[in-house]
């Protein structure tokens, strides 16, 4: 059993589109988070939700929109994408709130061309 | 904010040698400092992590060390294997303080040569 599962794994779109990483989590952790892995692989924390509340929002332009539909999901949209943002993006979860132990997803590579 | 600096970016050894990767930190109210490997294609997982109160952790060919007044924190393997090569990083943050994340260093990439 995958604990924290994102879909596509793989994604390659034009600019200007919009498109959709999925992710949920089976541990039944309360906060969930995404980050951003650029090409140099730095890992940047975009969002992170407690309990479907939005509780981090870094400084991410608002064409990225997360959505928790209930506590196990956390999707992101992108609006007109562009090419910087091609990157892997990482869904993750924790038990609380708070900086506390992450469980991964596998990443979701998103190519802008 | 907190600020996380790693070195080195890249880090060569041969099978059996020692390799050590440090970090430091800006935000003295860090307490939680956890070290994440990554695998090619793979979500960083969790080998090791220390909190404030504690200086030094082991487990097996792992261990961590914490220096709170000098606000750094190092990662130290033994007798490297081939499969330990991946990307290291360091990670801070508040635990269980709300609208906290962890803040993750720049990465180092190992590679272990047989």
């Known amino acids: 059993d995958t604990a924290v599962s994102q879909t596509p794994k793989y994604l390659v779109t034009q600019m200007g589109n919009d498109k959709s990483i999925k992710c949920e989590q089976n541990?039944?952790?309360?906060?969930m988070y995404w980050y951003k892995q650029d090409s140099k692989k730095f890992l940047k924390i975009m969002f992170s939700?407690?309990?479907?509340?939005?509780?981090i929002n870094e400084t991410v332009p608002n064409r990225f929109s997360p959505k928790s539909p209930d506590k196990a999901h956390l999707n992101l949209h992108i609006n007109s994408l562009e090419l910087g943002d091609s990157a892997v993006y990482f869904c993750?979860?924790?038990?609380?709130?708070?900086?506390?132990?992450?469980?991964f997803g596998e990443g979701s590579r998103l190519t802008v061309l | 904010g907190e600020n996380v600096e790693q070195h080195p970016s890249t880090l060569s050894v041969q099978e059996g040698d020692s390799a050590v990767i440090k970090c430091t930190y800006s935000?003295?109210?860090?307490?939680?400092f956890p070290w994440y490997k990554q695998e090619l294609g793979k979500g960083p997982q969790l080998i090791i992590d220390?909190?404030?109160?504690?200086g030094e952790k082991k487990d097996q060919r792992i261990a961590v060390t914490l220096n709170k007044t000098a606000k750094h924190f190092s990662l130290h393997i033994t007798e490297t294997q081939p499969e330990d090569s991946a990307v290291y990083f360091c990670?801070?943050?508040?635990?269980?303080?709300?609208?906290?994340?962890?803040?993750f260093g720049k990465g180092t990439t190992l590679s272990v040569s047989s």
């Open positions: 993750a979860s924790s038990k609380t709130g708070g900086g506390g132990e992450l469980f």
């Open positions: 541990l039944g952790h309360d906060t």
């Open positions: 939700y407690n309990n479907k509340e939005l509780i």
């Open positions: 935000d003295s109210a860090s307490n939680y």
């Open positions: 220390i909190r404030s109160n504690v």
């Open positions: 990670a801070a943050s508040k635990r269980d303080q709300a609208g906290t994340a962890l803040i």
